[in-house]
């Protein structure tokens, strides 16, 4: 029905098949919903005498924009202060992951994925800094193709300007 309605044969040799295409890559690119917290994190925490920054950066994000179903993708750096408790360094651009697999808007994916590691490992404070460009602002609307969108979730130690900072000094976001 939607090839129909941009004005497209379905029946058109190119088309056969786009409909069960399409529904198979919506379908991968929203997997975030079938995948569990729980089974990402797999018993990878750690008792660690560790009590200073630890950080992933430049996590590739790529998600589906829920008000157009437009892609916007991104970088993403997130940071924690331990508590006696790390995790396994995979696992935080795999919950980046399953979250930007889902529809999304990026004020509520930086959220989401703070409040996660707050949840799981209860640190000291979390920092997740994302940058992006949205399809939907270049591709229709305002139709600016160089504009970047930064969003950030600070939580516990990382409320306090001085550490807020420092994280993002290391990653580079208070570049020119």
Do not use: W
């Not at 939607?2 to 029946?11: A, K, N």
């Not at 609307?141 to 160089?146: E, L, N, S, Y």
Request: proline share 4%; with cysteine; hydrophobic share 40%.
């Amino acid at each position: 029905m939607l090839l129909q309605c941009v004005g497209e044969d379905p029946d058109g040799e190119g088309l056969l098949t786009t409909p069960s295409r399409y529904a198979k890559a919506l379908l991968f690119l929203t997997e975030g919903y079938q995948i569990k917290l729980t089974d990402i994190i797999n018993n990878a925490l750690f008792h660690e005498e560790h009590h200073e920054m630890i950080i992933v950066k430049d996590i590739e994000i790529y998600s589906l924009c829920e008000h157009h179903l437009i892609p916007f993708t991104g970088k993403m750096h997130i940071g924690y202060i331990p508590s006696d408790i790390i995790i396994g360094l995979s696992k935080l651009p795999r919950i980046a992951e399953m979250f930007s697999r889902r529809l999304q808007i990026q004020e509520r994916l930086t959220k989401e994925v703070a409040g996660a590691i707050m949840q799981s490992l209860t640190p000291q404070g979390v920092v997740v800094i994302m940058e992006s460009s949205h399809l939907c602002m270049a591709m229709r609307g305002v139709q600016k193709t160089g504009t970047t969108t930064i969003t950030c979730c600070a939580l516990g130690s990382f409320e306090e300007p001085k550490v807020r900072n420092e994280f993002m000094s290391l990653v580079g976001v208070n570049r020119t």
